[in-house]
């Protein structure tokens, strides 16, 4: 009796074998150094969540009197673990409240890029030349400016806000999903599973929202787990320039900027949040190297066997 034939059209994608999630945990635990960057980043989300609810109150709340406490104090409170700002304000609450704004901006602008730049790269790989060509001047008009030089002439013009600041970053990164995503359509449209489809009379949007995205989305969800460090970073340069999140409102970036004047007699204003977006940058990076191997299936085996020998 022949094995069943395993189906290779997006159709079948969703379908998830029983333990799927114990064996992606299994392929994760695999990777050390991968498991403690999410458990990391499950920590900066939960701060990105919670934390504006429960410390919003004591982040913004004065006290002269702890003004540039130092760290490991705790005289004051658990708060004040990591040192007082300019102001008496435990940096340890700011840190936990900025982690919100931090990530809306990363993650506006890269969902933003991702959506618009791969649905510009399917049209651009799937559609005629003469679309393609119009789509791909436009990403090199977009290339040609620097990015942070980009952001920091319209947010020079514009008011500096957060949903200024998220288009700003998104449309910079939006020619990296692109030229990605046309790229992979290229090679993809040429698969027999592609040419079987259009065969059997399924519609162009048919082939490329169930055939031929499901193919490109792994390479394109690594690249934005990539993407979102540098733009967690571009979005602190820009605070530290002073044209980013404008005060009260705050993020990483905007704390090492107010806490620089204070490097000689209180380093830890601009250490600890520093600290947080490198350590969150190198998760991050961690996390993608990660899943370039656990989503390629000609890689996929060094972690499963990785996993089943530390099982």
Same mark, same amino acid.
């Given at each position: 009796?022949?094995?069943? /034939?395993?189906?290779?059209?997006?159709?079948?994608?969703?379908?998830?074998?029983?333990? $799927?999630?114990?064996?992606?945990?299994?392929?994760?635990?695999?990777?050390?150094?991968?498991?403690?960057?999410?458990?990391?980043?499950?920590?900066?989300?939960?701060?990105?969540?919670?934390?504006?609810?429960?410390?919003?109150?004591? $982040?913004?709340?004065?006290?002269?009197?702890?003004?540039?406490?130092?760290?490991?104090?705790?005289?004051?409170?658990?708060?004040?673990?990591?040192?007082?700002?300019?102001?008496?304000?435990?940096?340890?609450?700011?840190?936990?409240? $900025?982690?919100?704004?931090?990530?809306?901006?990363?993650?506006?602008?890269? $969902?933003?890029?991702?959506?618009?730049?791969?649905?510009?790269?399917?049209?651009?790989?799937?559609?005629?030349?003469?679309?393609s060509e119009i789509i791909m001047r436009l990403a090199d008009v977009i290339m040609s400016f620097p990015s942070l030089l980009?952001?920091?002439?319209?947010?020079?013009?514009?008011?500096?806000?957060?949903?200024?600041?998220?288009?700003?970053?998104? /449309?910079?990164?939006?020619?990296?999903?692109?030229?990605?995503?046309?790229a992979e359509v290229l090679e993809v449209r040429k698969r027999m599973f592609v040419q079987a489809a259009q065969v059997m009379g399924a519609s162009n949007l048919r082939i490329v929202l169930f055939h031929i995205?499901?193919?490109?989305?792994?390479?394109?969800?690594?690249?934005?787990?990539?993407?979102?460090?540098?733009?967690?970073?571009?979005?602190?340069?820009?605070? #530290?320039?002073?044209?980013?999140?404008?005060?009260?409102?705050?993020?990483?970036?905007?704390?090492?900027?107010?806490?620089?004047?204070?490097?000689?007699?209180?380093?830890?204003?601009? #250490?600890?949040?520093?600290?947080?977006? /490198?350590?969150?940058?190198?998760?991050?990076?961690?996390?993608?190297?990660?899943?370039?191997?656990?989503?390629?299936?000609?890689?996929?085996?060094?972690?499963?066997?990785?996993?089943?020998?530390?099982?």
């Open positions: 009796m022949s094995a069943p /034939i395993t189906q290779t059209g997006g159709e079948t994608m969703g379908r998830q074998e029983p333990g $799927a999630f114990r064996r992606f945990l299994k392929m994760l635990w695999a990777d050390k150094l991968a498991f403690a960057a999410v458990l990391f980043l499950i920590v900066i989300v939960a701060c990105a969540v919670l934390g504006p609810m429960l410390l919003d109150g004591v $982040a913004a709340k004065q006290n002269l009197r702890a003004r540039n406490a130092p760290p490991f104090s705790l005289d004051r409170g658990f708060l004040y673990l990591l040192g007082g700002d300019a102001l008496g304000r435990p940096l340890l609450a700011r840190i936990i409240v $900025a982690a919100r704004n931090t990530m809306v901006v990363s993650a506006g602008a890269v $969902a933003a890029s991702l959506l618009i730049g791969s649905t510009l790269g399917l049209i651009a790989g799937y559609r005629d030349r003469w679309h980009l952001a920091v002439t319209v947010l020079y013009v514009l008011e500096p806000s957060i949903a200024n600041l998220v288009l700003v970053l998104a /449309i910079t990164r939006i020619p990296i999903y692109l030229r990605t995503t046309r995205l499901p193919v490109v989305l792994p390479t394109l969800l690594t690249i934005a787990t990539l993407d979102f460090a540098f733009v967690m970073l571009a979005e602190s340069a820009l605070s #530290f320039l002073g044209i980013g999140i404008q005060p009260p409102e705050i993020t990483w970036g905007l704390m090492v900027s107010q806490g620089r004047q204070y490097l000689t007699s209180a380093w830890w204003l601009a #250490f600890w949040p520093g600290l947080a977006i /490198i350590l969150t940058t190198m998760s991050l990076n961690l996390l993608s190297s990660w899943m370039r191997i656990a989503l390629n299936p000609t890689q996929r085996w060094r972690l499963e066997i990785g996993g089943k020998s530390n099982g």
